[in-house]
């Protein structure tokens, strides 16, 4: 008999919409390489976002912005190689959509192209709209963005909770149904009053992934690093770390230096 490959169910944009319509949560983590993404999804991740965060974790900037498309590739290239069933989104970098649908669709081209990843997500509501319903137009599903923004830091100035006041609260409820009536499969939602989230959870058909955004959503995302505790400087209050790997890395690598150093490694058993 021939040798069959297990069969994969593989999450696609419509499973992500079957499980809101009966009830089941999305798990998103982010990942940026080869080997921690292979993790994720044999832990059974729904969704595995390459976030632009790499910027910070991976390469030490302290905004999202520096991060270029071609870096993006890179680590979604990397994230694809080793996924057999999660749905990969992708960031699409600042200054790679912003104001011209054109340049938005070139730019997601070549990460659907380049990357073989699944999707985009992109920052903003309604002025982004145009270039969400251009990249749409090409096949390619999109995934939307809004509260805090975190290309748009130095419009805000701060990470603080976002729509607060009624009519920021307003705001982003009618950018929700703009990008979901423009065709994105699921809209993220960072840092906003819980009580929000829910409202636009409930208003919108598509799912809704929460970061700091509370438990009604359809879904919650965080950022790898933070999560395994990789990073120790950066404690908001949604961040739930479920390892300290800081520590552990540190002590693992601090053995290893005074085993080289008291020539305790390698032994008899590790030589040839
Ligand atoms: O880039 C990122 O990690 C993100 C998540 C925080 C949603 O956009």
Do not use: W
Request: proline residues 3%.
């Amino acid at each position: 008999m021939p040798n069959r490959k297990k069969e994969v169910k593989k999450v696609t944009t419509h499973v992500l919409q079957e499980m809101k319509e009966r009830g089941e949560k999305i798990a998103m983590l982010t990942g940026y390489d080869f080997s921690l993404a292979r993790i994720l999804d044999h832990a059974g991740i729904d969704v595995i976002l390459v976030g632009d965060s790499a910027s910070n974790v991976m390469s030490g900037h302290e905004t999202t912005l520096p991060i270029t498309l071609d870096q993006m590739v890179y680590h979604a290239s990397s994230v694809v190689r080793a996924v057999e069933r999660a749905l990969v989104v992708v960031d699409l970098p600042f200054g790679t959509y912003q104001g011209n649908s054109k340049l938005a669709l070139n730019s997601s081209i070549r990460i659907m192209k380049e990357s073989g990843a699944h999707s985009v997500k992109l920052e903003g509501g309604k002025e982004v709209e145009k270039s969400v319903r251009r990249i749409i137009s090409a096949g390619i599903p999109v995934m939307g963005h809004l509260g805090l923004t975190p290309q748009s830091i130095y419009k805000f100035g701060t990470y603080v909770v976002r729509a607060k006041e009624k009519a920021e609260a307003e705001k982003l409820l009618q950018d929700a149904l703009i990008l979901q009536d423009a065709g994105c499969f699921a809209v993220v939602l960072e840092k906003i009053p819980a009580v929000l989230a829910a409202e636009v959870t409930a208003k919108l058909t598509i799912p809704t992934i929460g970061i700091g955004a509370g438990s009604k959503v359809d879904g919650q995302v965080l950022v790898l690093h933070d999560m395994l505790g990789i990073t120790n400087e950066f404690s908001p209050r949604f961040l739930r770390r479920y390892m300290n790997l800081y520590d552990e890395m540190k002590g693992a690598v601090s053995r290893y230096i005074s085993d080289v150093k008291n020539r305790d490694f390698p032994g008899d058993k590790e030589q040839y």
